[in-house]
């Protein structure tokens, strides 16, 4: 189902930060990938608190997005818990439970060094 309009990159992203919130998600970082990357406008990674809240959040947020936006997105992971991959095809939401992401650190691979989120150690 494409988009509805007016529901590009930018809106997606107001969508979902608001989602992530409204559910508790913690540490929110997003990622401008506009012009490094043609696999999205934007990446955004956080956290839930435990594999259940994980899933609660991805789940939410699909359900929002196709309400309020019409936009239909891929899901990956939400049965584990540990890791949920949310894809729009113009913004891409990973959500984790803390220690998987510490284990990825996907924000060093996307963000510049002096933009890096400070060390939880």
Request: charged share 30%; proline share 5%.
């Amino acid at each position: 189902m494409p988009p509805a309009p007016g529901a590009g990159s930018d809106t997606q992203l107001a969508r979902i930060l608001s989602s992530l919130s409204d559910d508790k998600a913690e540490d929110i970082v997003q990622v401008d990938l506009r012009g490094k990357t043609a696999i999205g406008d934007y990446m955004v990674i956080c956290s839930g608190r435990s594999s259940r809240q994980v899933a609660s959040i991805a789940e939410k947020l699909i359900e929002r997005l196709k309400a309020d936006l019409s936009v239909s997105a891929r899901i990956e992971g939400k049965d584990a818990g540990d890791w949920v991959l949310i894809d729009t095809g113009d913004v891409i939401v990973h959500v984790f439970r803390p220690e998987v992401r510490e284990f990825y650190q996907l924000e060093k691979m996307w963000l510049p060094g002096d933009k890096q989120p400070a060390s939880a150690s």
